[in-house]
T-cell receptor, first 117, second 117 residues
Framework: AQTVTQSQPEMSVQEAETVTLSCTYD???????LFWYKQPPSRQMILVIR??????QNATENRFSVNFQKAAKSFSLKISDSQLGDTAMYFC??????????????FGKGTHLIIQP | DTGVSQDPRHKITKRGQNVTFRCDPI?????LYWYRQTLGQGPEFLTY????????KSRLLSDRFSAERPKGSFSTLEIQRTEQGDSAMYLC???????????????FGSGTQLSVL
């Protein structure tokens, strides 16, 4: 079974700073997908960024980028120019590709990110 | 695109009672997922549908849980003989994908918070 580990229960940074959230995972598969989801106080999970394991290039979405280290099984999220609206729980998630992904997403326990004004 | 809708937002019940939750996915999304989230944890996969077919059910899911998606549109999740350990937030998500790949973006609802007294 796959596992996802987020070692930082909570982080706090000042507005406009850059912050990096850590995530490691364990799998024996080669075909998989990695995600970062954000859960604000409204509770609705929102996809932040997605990475396909077969792609060597790190995914980027505006102020959000990842550092995907496949050999190390590491998938960190970098948020640049942080904004107050970035305050939320952030979950790292894994999903096996193809038919093996029928068990859905495996989530980590989350990191509570607080952006201070 | 009106988003994924879940009803009710909150449900309080007594131990031993049956409860049913409803999820209305985004129109024309062919996949629908149910997840459960307890305090301090990431969401845990319960089951998923492709159209009206229930393709996978978590091995951890008790027989007291049943889900349906009768016409491939909305879905219901029923919990029979509720226990205090069932207290959690139940999240629904939907997606649109063709083929067998599993890396699609999921759109989540705001969840139903269940409290079993």
């Amino acid at each position: 079974a796959q596992t996802v580990t987020q070692s930082q229960p909570e982080m706090s940074v000042q507005e406009a700073e850059t912050v990096t959230l850590s995530c490691t995972y364990d799998t024996s598969e080669s075909n998989y997908y990695l995600f970062w989801y954000k859960q604000p106080p409204s509770r609705q999970m929102i996809l932040v960024i997605r990475q396909e394991a077969y792609k060597q290039q790190n995914a980027t979405e505006n102020r959000f980028s990842v550092n995907f280290q496949k050999a190390a099984k590491s998938f960190s999220l970098k948020i640049s120019d942080s904004q107050l609206g970035d305050t939320a729980m952030y979950f790292c998630a894994f999903r096996q590709g193809g038919g093996g992904g029928a068990d859905g997403l495996t989530f980590g326990k989350g990191t509570h990110l607080i952006i201070q004004p | 695109d009106t988003g994924v809708s879940q009803d009710p937002r909150h449900k309080i019940t007594k131990r031993g009672q049956n409860v049913t939750f409803r999820c209305d996915p985004i129109s024309e999304h062919n996949r629908l997922y149910w997840y459960r989230q307890t305090l301090g944890q990431g969401p845990e996969f319960l089951t998923y549908f492709q159209n009206e077919a229930q393709l996978e059910k978590s091995r951890l899911l008790s027989d007291r849980f049943s889900a349906e998606r009768p016409k491939g549109s909305f879905s219901t999740l029923e919990i029979q003989r509720t226990e205090q350990g069932d207290s959690a937030m139940y999240l629904c998500a939907s997606s649109r994908l063709t083929g067998a790949q599993m890396g699609e973006k999921l759109f989540f609802g705001s969840g139903t918070q269940l409290s079993v007294l």
